[in-house]
């Protein structure tokens, strides 16, 4: 079993719709859960960071973490084209390797106008 | 921007050729990452250095090796390439050891023949 296994497969949405995309780990020492959207030929870029279980908003999006179920969740609200990416959750924590972030394979989104 | 740029921005190298990849952190951010990111995969831990020292290793094979500098600027070598090498290499830059504000360049995406 993959330490972050992230679901679910290619997405594509209509503008306006409402977006989940989601996370499940094993590892419970896990503590810092982000999500990063990278765009096609760029590094990904940061958008979400919470710590611990919990919610967190930022404009139209709110990162959610479960660690009694080890899942975490994006949303995005009102979906624009311009959020078109792939998003890649990713976590924390103390382990063997340091403080490496480990990543989810990522989702692809597509929003059509 | 993020402030970290990485260069060159493509490269192409036959396998058993070395290959060094620069990157250029924030000022002030003492902790630079390299991360391997595979076409559809998430980015994979190489390994940290926090004040010019190594601080933390994916699971990556000695070929990897790495060096940070005084002025924020840093080096990822890999010897002996392999086919399975080609890939996204990222740079990326945090304030401190805990990675819960990754900075990330562009990439470089190196293709090995």
């Known amino acids: 079993q993959k330490e972050v296994e992230q679901d679910p497969g290619p997405l594509s949405v209509p503008e306006g719709a409402i977006v989940s995309l989601n996370c499940t780990y094993s590892n419970s020492a896990f503590q810092y859960f982000m999500w990063y959207r990278q765009y096609s030929r760029k590094g990904p870029e940061l958008l979400m960071y919470?710590?611990?279980?919990g919610n967190k908003e930022d404009g139209r999006f709110t990162a959610q973490v479960d660690k009694s179920s080890k899942y975490i969740s994006l949303f995005i609200r009102d979906s624009q084209p311009s959020d078109s990416a792939t998003y890649l959750c990713?976590?924390?924590?103390?382990?063997?390797?340091?403080?490496?972030?480990?990543f989810g394979k990522g989702t692809t989104l597509s929003v059509s106008s | 921007e993020t402030g970290v740029t990485q260069s060159p921005t493509h490269l192409i190298k036959t396998r058993g050729q070395q290959v060094t990849l620069r990157c250029s952190s924030q000022?002030?951010?003492?902790?630079v990452s390299w991360y391997q990111q595979a076409l559809g995969q998430g980015p994979q831990f190489i390994f940290q250095?926090?004040?010019?020292?190594?601080?933390g290793r994916g699971n990556f094979p000695p070929r990897f090796s790495g060096l940070q500098f005084p002025n924020y600027s840093s080096e990822l070598n890999v010897n002996a390439l392999e086919l399975d090498d080609s890939a996204l290499y990222l740079c990326?830059?945090?304030?401190?050891?805990?990675?819960?504000?990754?900075?990330f360049g562009s990439g470089t995406q190196l293709s090995v023949l």
């Open positions: 250095y926090y004040r010019e020292e190594e601080n």
């Open positions: 990713a976590m924390s924590g103390v382990n063997q390797a340091g403080t490496a972030l480990i």
């Open positions: 990326a830059s945090s304030l401190d050891r805990v990675n819960e504000k990754l900075f």
């Open positions: 919470t710590y611990s279980s």
């Open positions: 000022s002030g951010h003492n902790t």
